[in-house]
């Protein structure tokens, strides 16, 4: 039952995302982006702050263990942003050190999407093991964690299109590259259900990593795109979506509970 439920979920999350991703970039939800912004940063917060951090510390692991494996993990997700920022920066010198060579700028346009297809399909790989965390916790917590992961990703998922779209023939291409990316989720589930099964006393810790990286990504990802001078009406619609998003898991933790 488990194990069933991490494959729905982690499916769900991995490749539903990036259909989301694609109609948000190039479909009719493409005028609702900024809000697809708030609504994950709700969702994000809410899931870890009032969902999976509860869990984990109603646990018998010390508070100040699961503290510092906080603290540790927003850090280490602050490393990994850093690590991807400067090889995309690299990547990105490259091309234009070529630009003058047609050839050579459509090798490295080639080169960086697959870069980009195996940045995120490692991602994927880890969002699974995150989800499989929560399942192994309790099913609800698990259908929380993949929507939660689900949210987060299409704003990932959308910036991956816009690179692949450039070196693809077809948006279909791009879709179906992407897609097969996010189904790497599952295999991280797998990978997760054996892992957390093997190191279940380790199960809270799990779960405060999932948190620094929900948290993480919602103030330092997604916030701050949001931090724009605009104008009241565009102010409110923000702060709406971002209490939809808090809403929606709090509706959804108690329809699943």
């Given at each position: 039952?488990?194990?069933?439920?991490?494959?729905?979920?982690?499916?769900?999350?991995?490749?539903?995302?990036?259909?989301?991703?694609?109609?948000?970039?190039?479909?009719?939800?493409?005028?609702?982006?900024?809000?697809?912004?708030?609504?994950?940063?709700?969702?994000?917060?809410?899931?870890?702050?009032?969902?999976?951090?509860?869990?984990?510390?109603?646990?018998?692991?010390?508070?100040?263990?699961?503290?510092?494996?906080?603290?540790?993990?927003?850090?280490?997700?602050?490393?990994?942003?850093?690590?991807?920022?400067?090889?995309?920066?690299?990547?990105?010198?490259?091309?234009?050190?070529?630009?003058?060579?047609?050839?050579?700028?459509?090798?490295?346009?080639?080169?960086?999407?697959?870069?980009?297809?195996?940045?995120?399909?490692?991602?994927?790989?880890?969002?699974?093991?995150?989800?499989?965390?929560?399942?192994?916790?309790?099913?609800?917590?698990?259908?929380l964690a993949a929507l939660a992961v689900l949210v987060h990703e299409v704003p990932h998922h959308m910036g991956d299109l816009m690179v692949l779209r450039q070196s693809t023939d077809t948006r279909k291409a791009?879709?179906?590259?992407?897609?097969?990316?996010?189904?790497?989720?599952?295999?991280?589930?797998?990978?997760?259900?054996?892992?957390?099964?093997?190191?279940?006393?380790?199960?809270?810790?799990?779960?405060?990593?999932?948190?620094?990286?929900?948290?993480?990504?919602?103030?330092?990802?997604?916030?701050?795109?949001?931090?724009?001078?605009?104008?009241?009406?565009?102010?409110?619609?923000?702060?709406?979506?971002?209490?939809?998003?808090?809403?929606?898991?709090?509706?959804?933790?108690?329809?699943?509970?």
């Amino acid at each position: 039952m488990t194990l069933m439920a991490i494959l729905l979920g982690t499916l769900s999350a991995g490749i539903g995302s990036v259909w989301l991703a694609a109609a948000l970039s190039f479909g009719v939800l493409a005028r609702y982006t900024q809000h697809m912004l708030s609504l994950a940063a709700g969702a994000l917060m809410a899931t870890a702050f009032l969902h999976l951090l509860p869990e984990a510390f109603e646990s018998e692991a010390g508070a100040h263990d699961l503290f510092l494996t906080l603290l540790v993990g927003v850090v280490f997700f602050f490393l990994l942003d850093k690590a991807e920022l400067w090889h995309h920066g690299h990547e990105h010198h490259q091309v234009h050190g070529h630009a003058g060579h047609d050839a050579g700028h459509h090798h490295e346009h080639r080169a960086g999407s697959w870069s980009v297809l195996a940045g995120d399909s490692v991602h994927c790989f880890g969002d699974g093991i995150l989800i499989a965390s929560a399942f192994m916790a309790d099913l609800r917590l698990g259908a929380l964690a993949a929507l939660a992961v689900l949210v987060h990703e299409v704003p990932h998922h959308m910036g991956d299109l816009m690179v692949l779209r450039q070196s693809t023939d077809t948006r279909k291409a791009a879709i179906l590259k992407v897609s097969l990316a996010g189904a790497l989720t599952a295999l991280g589930g797998l990978a997760g259900f054996w892992l957390v099964d093997q190191l279940h006393d380790y199960l809270p810790y799990f779960l405060v990593m999932a948190s620094s990286s929900f948290i993480y990504v919602a103030l330092a990802d997604l916030i701050p795109q949001l931090q724009k001078r605009l104008s009241l009406r565009e102010t409110a619609a923000q702060i709406a979506w971002l209490m939809t998003g808090m809403a929606l898991v709090m509706i959804v933790g108690r329809l699943a509970h």
